[in-house]
């Protein structure tokens, strides 16, 4: 009997020394999927932030999941959404908020902001820069890695050429400086054709000239008088003055012209000026787009955006996305690879400060703040940027008249809107 006892007695402390230890344990750490563009240093950090994230508290595990370019992500974001699997944050261009936003695969943010012992500070982040995250009056993103695009030059070409060692002011200016670089192995400035930038550049060309690429309401402005003389420029350069060449095609990559010496001008990212200042074997130089009426560029780069659709997840993805965006990770970013502080605090940060006092010229960007803008309402189109690019195309490669571009890209928008987003 006594041993019975004692059986029963050792069985019922064993199971109490069990659940005990259940209940001590420490509970197994959340695990999130961050699906993450672009590469190089803007790649490189990405993977840095999450490395950092994943040592600095043990509740939540982070893993980065590399899917490509900007318009790959969208298309293996809408076939995870199709598919019923998606990841729980991504990094998405930020014109296409709108888009997974109206098809509800977004979280609101809102709530997550506001909440009293883990939200942040909204008004804290630039607001340009924070616009462009809401659709519809509710926030869906955060910024993170934020641009605009910038003209970069080889200044020793300027200097050979009789040029003042400064961006061309105008369009007028640029069209000049474009002609006195000018030889025969080598051409004043080269335009993007490539397939996620092609677009931005265009807009900004046609922002600076007074016009419109399309207005809030999806309305298209590309056959206005401004569109079409920013276009035809571009494409007198080319055809007419033979000073300027589209990108080294099929790449498109007219920032190697610029650093292989086949072009003395070509327009970039603030992402891109890490890489660009990197690999030079010249002096750079960096300002703004040319103006023509006024100044004027589209805000680009990217946001992070919540797809979870577990609630555990959807608290834990948050703690990422609040640790991607603080002051010291979004100063590793600008130090990093140039993109620009989406915070006051950022900007304020020690090493944000002490990186553009020693590279004063590299703040342009920021100064460049004061004339931005969101990027057209049709880039959120699924094909929005590729009719675009198709359009620069048309006009830099193959010589079709400007009017009559804007007017086939006028209407393939439309049609894209009809079908898939109205």
């Not at 109206?102 to 607001?127: C, E, H, R, W, Y």
């Amino acid at each position: 009997m006594k041993t019975r006892r004692f059986r029963v007695l050792l069985v019922s402390s064993i199971v109490f020394l069990i659940l005990l230890a259940a209940v001590m344990a420490p509970a197994a750490p959340v695990k999130v999927v961050y699906w993450r563009a672009l590469t190089g240093a803007a790649g490189d950090v990405q993977d840095e932030l999450v490395k950092r994230f994943n040592a600095a508290q043990s509740s939540v595990s982070a893993e980065a999941q590399f899917q490509g370019a900007y318009a790959e992500v969208v298309q293996k974001l809408l076939a995870a959404m199709a598919a019923g699997s998606v990841p729980d944050v991504v990094l998405l261009d930020s014109p296409f908020v709108a888009l997974f936003a109206k098809d509800g695969a977004l979280v609101q943010l809102d709530k997550f902001a506001s909440a009293p012992k883990t939200g942040v500070d909204l008004k804290g982040f630039i607001g340009g820069l924070l616009k462009d995250g809401y659709y519809q009056g509710k926030l869906y993103a955060l910024p993170f890695m934020r641009s605009t695009p910038l003209l970069y030059f080889n200044r020793d070409m300027f200097a050979e050429a009789g040029l003042p060692d400064r961006a061309p002011e105008t369009w007028d200016d640029f069209r000049e400086y474009c002609r006195k670089m000018t030889k025969p192995d080598r051409f004043g400035a080269a335009f993007t054709l490539g397939t996620t930038t092609a677009h931005w550049y265009l807009q900004g060309a046609i922002y600076s000239f007074g016009g419109e690429v399309s207005d809030e309401n999806f309305n298209i402005k590309l056959e206005s008088a401004p569109a079409i003389a920013a276009a035809q420029l571009w494409q007198d350069m080319v055809f007419k003055d033979k000073t300027a060449v589209a990108g080294n095609v099929p790449a498109g990559d007219a920032q190697n012209d610029l650093l292989t010496g086949r072009a003395g001008m070509a327009f970039g990212s603030t992402g891109s000026m890490a890489n660009i200042m990197s690999r030079a074997k010249f002096r750079v130089g960096i300002g703004f787009m040319p103006a023509k009426v006024k100044h004027a560029v589209p805000v680009g780069g990217s946001v992070l955006a919540m797809t979870s659709t577990d609630k555990a997840r959807q608290a834990a993805t948050w703690e990422l996305m609040k640790f991607l965006t603080n002051p010291a990770s979004n100063s590793t970013i600008v130090v990093t690879t140039g993109y620009m502080p989406i915070s006051k605090a950022a900007m304020e940060y020690p090493d944000t400060v002490e990186y553009f006092t020693k590279y004063p010229e590299r703040k342009v960007a920021i100064d460049q703040l004061a004339f931005a803008r969101p990027q057209a309402s049709v880039i959120s189109l699924g094909k929005g940027t590729e009719i675009l690019r198709q359009a620069v195309e048309k006009l830099l490669v193959g010589g079709v008249p400007a009017a009559q571009v804007m007017k086939e890209a006028a209407v393939d928008l439309k049609k894209e809107y009809e079908e898939s987003f109205k």
